[in-house]
Structure formats: C-alpha cells, structure tokens
C-alpha cells in the first residue's frame, strides 16, 4: 500500500473546516501577498482537506479475507459498491503492495485487523474470464464458473492493476495532493479519520488508526461541482481545451458475447466500454477502436455486478445487448434501488454537492443523506455524452448527477470521437490549477 502525506498545519486545517484565512493583521504587506498567493483555483484545492470529503461517507463497505467469490460479488450487489476492502487477522499476511494497514482499537490501541487489499468488479470478472473458452458449451464450464466463484476473495487481490496497491491518503492531505494521486487512475483511496503519523511528507506503508472510510474520485469530482462559483475560471473552459478529452476509445458490439467482452476488457483493463451499433462494428475483433462509430450503448462493470451469480453462469454467453435487457428487466422485477446509502457504485459517493457553507461536516452530512434517495437503476438507462467543445462544467455536472465514471465524446453526427473520464477531469483540473498558481506568484514576486 502506499500512502500520501501532507504536513500538519493547523491554521490551515481550521481555514479548511471553517472557510476563514486567519492572516495576522501585523503581517502587513506581507500579509497581502499571502492572500494573493493563496487566492484563485489552487488555493481552494490546496486549503481543502480529504478528512472533511471523508467524514461524511458511510461506514467502510468490507469483507472478510475468507469470503467467497460469490458471497464478495452478492455484498457488491446488496451495498451497491464497485468495490470492497478485504480484512484480515493481524499478524498473517503482507498487503497489496506489501502494506501493513491496520485498525486498531480506540480505546486500548491493540490491533483489530489489517487491511490486506482492495477486490473490485475487474478482479472478478478477470477471475471469470479465465474460465473456459466456452462459458455456454456444456455443463463442465458451468463447474467450472461455479468453482471459480468458491475460491477466497484474498486470492484475486490484483488481478487488475489497482488491485496491486492499496492507496491511503493522509486525513490533512489537501484535495490538490489527493488529485495528484486520482488523476493518475488510483479510482479509490483509504482515509483514516485519525491518523498515528504526524507531518509525514513521504510515501509510507504503514498506518494504524480506529476506522477508515473511503474517498473516490467521484467524491472530488462532486467536491468540484460544489465550489463551481470559486472554480468557474476553469470549469467554463472547453473539454477540448483543457485537454480531457481522450482520443483512444475503444468499444464492442452489441452482439459480442458477455464472455467475450469481459475477457477483452480485462486484457485491457477497461471498466467500461461503448456498444456500438451492429452496422458500424467489425465482425472479426472483440474489442475495437470505437472512433466514427454510433454508440447506443455502455457496457460496464457495473452491469456485471447488478447480476445476480446465481444468474450470471446462463447469462454469460448471451450477447451484450440481451445481457444489458435481461439486467434492467431483473432490476425491475425486484424493485431494488441499485444504489444505496453513500453507496460508491460505478462512479460511488457519500458526498455530494452543495452550496457556499459546503465545507463543515455538518453541511457534508446533510447533503450525503439527500444522496441517499438517490436511485441508480434509472441514471443507467441512456447513453451519457458530451461534445468536444462541451464545458469542464458541463462534464462534471454529468458525470455528477448521472453517476457516471465517463462519458463518451460525440460529434455532431453522434459519432465517437473520444472519451472523458474522472481521471481525464482531475487531471486537467490539477494542471489548470497549477498554471494558475505559477502565474499568480509570478505577478506577486515581480
């Protein structure tokens, strides 16, 4: 596991919970220039901290390292998450990426449980696809899928490439540090409300502390859509621009088998893919470059998780468009919101935007339990697009409201052209953000 600190700084803390900036009148003109320095698009980032985005989301969604595949994916489905902590006993086990992650006990100190990884949809479904070649050809595959499903949750830690460490981000860590992380595709990070380590600037391995929650980067990307007042200089300028837009897309046909798509997304290490309409799609690849071609649809792992496993073994070699039917007609007929509370499903959030006293806790907690209404099943039903020239606003109040990972750039024909992801938004944000500080301490030195 590797983990990003910050300094301690408690005048910066309390400015990052109460929204004041405490500057010594004394302080004079350089007081001042503190103030400039601090202003603008990379203030904002640098005097917010991740443990005011995490306080407000719910208890830590995890499993124990002895659960199944199937009782993992059935917790994925019943907690509408993308993704689970794996915990167990301390003392026995190296973590992903050889972490020692730890809860303790509040009141005495002693060791609960170590924090070995993080399982998410790709590492299952990478599991299943190194079933045989024909999911539906005869009972021996459906064996097979069955006992792939039996093996423990803490064998298929990493099989997708972010499983391989488990991220934890510092409670004063500010949002422009956690960006830095977010925007090189780390979808989820670990934050301990309170931390043993004190102004640590390095990478570190270890943490101990009472309880975790966990920070995505829809939480960011939502942290964003908040402060849009303070943000509209870079969030009112294009997606093209800024360069968020992507121009590697790649995509399926809607008559792919599932098995298929789920095997070229793994080789790929795709969550998500477009579906493209039959007439555009090449017959003699799986996976292919989805650029010119009509989207209808968006094939994820979100869908794979919404199925049921006692479904999922039929269901594998059906194509793509019957499986998106066969999930929305079971999510109907069991009248089940697939999302729920401060649920982090395929874009997840125990925080959501709100206005100009959004900072404190109290603001954070309110806001999280209006998100709790929120209903998942109806935001997957229709494509999310965005043009080339949309906003980065734009972007962000999509993928926000829509509770989408990407959306799928269009031209004016309805033709891929490109996609746009959080870690595309974040990224573009930091760097705007960056840019703009260089230019304001230029203008404060000269």
């Not at 005097?47 to 306080?55: Q, T, Y």
């Not at 024909?134 to 064996?143: Q, T």
């Not at 968020?244 to 995509?251: K, S």
Request: aromatic fraction near 2%; charged fraction near 25%; glycine fraction near 8%.
């Amino acid at each position: 596991m590797a983990q990003l600190r910050a300094p301690a700084d408690e005048q910066r803390q309390h400015e990052a919970l109460h929204g004041e900036k405490n500057i010594p009148a004394a302080a004079g003109s350089a007081g001042e220039s503190n103030k400039k320095a601090r202003a603008g698009l990379c203030g904002v980032l640098r005097e917010r901290k991740v443990v005011d985005l995490a306080r407000a989301k719910r208890r830590l969604v995890e499993v124990p390292y002895t659960a199944t595949l199937a009782h993992t994916a059935n917790a994925l489905l019943a907690a509408g998450v993308s993704a689970v902590a794996v915990a167990a006993p301390p003392g026995h086990w190296i973590g992903a990426g050889g972490s020692m992650i730890l809860e303790s006990d509040p009141a005495t100190g002693a060791v609960r449980k170590h924090y070995i990884g993080m399982v998410n949809m790709l590492d299952i479904l990478a599991h299943i696809a190194e079933a045989s070649d024909d999911a539906d050809a005869d009972d021996e595959a459906e064996v097979d899928l069955h006992r792939r499903m039996a093996v423990p949750v803490s064998s298929v830690i990493g099989h997708s490439l972010e499983g391989l460490t488990l991220w934890t981000l510092h409670p004063n860590t500010s949002v422009l540090d956690c960006m830095e992380t977010f925007s090189k595709g780390v979808h989820r990070a670990l934050v301990p409300l309170e931390s043993s380590a004190e102004n640590v600037v390095a990478v570190e391995l270890v943490e101990s502390a009472p309880g975790y929650k966990m920070l995505t980067q829809m939480d960011v990307v939502r942290f964003l859509r908040a402060h849009g007042a303070e943000l509209r200089g870079v969030l009112s300028r294009t997606v093209r621009d800024l360069g968020a837009v992507n121009g590697a897309v790649f995509a399926v046909a809607g008559g792919a088998r599932v098995i298929d798509a789920i095997k070229a997304m793994r080789a790929a290490s795709l969550t998500a893919v477009p579906v493209v309409d039959a007439a555009d799609a090449d017959d003699t690849e799986i996976l292919q470059d989805g650029k010119g071609k009509k989207a209808i649809e968006t094939f994820s792992a979100t869908d794979l998780r919404d199925c049921p496993v006692a479904r999922l073994q039929p269901w594998l070699g059906i194509s793509v468009m019957e499986f998106k039917r066969k999930v929305a007609e079971y999510r109907a007929s069991s009248n089940k919101p697939v999302g729920v509370p401060g649920a982090d499903d395929a874009t997840d959030t125990g925080v959501v935007p709100v206005a100009e006293d959004a900072d404190t806790p109290a603001a954070l907690a309110a806001i999280a339990a209006e998100e709790e209404q929120h209903n998942d099943e109806q935001q997957q039903q229709t494509l999310v697009t965005c043009s080339p020239e949309s906003t980065l606003g734009e972007a962000i109040e999509a993928a926000a409201t829509r509770h989408v990972h990407r959306l799928w750039v269009v031209d004016e024909e309805g033709l891929l052209r490109g996609v746009v992801s959080l870690t595309d938004v974040l990224r573009a944000v930091r760097e705007a953000a960056l840019g703009e500080d260089r230019e304001l301490h230029t203008i404060v030195s000269s």
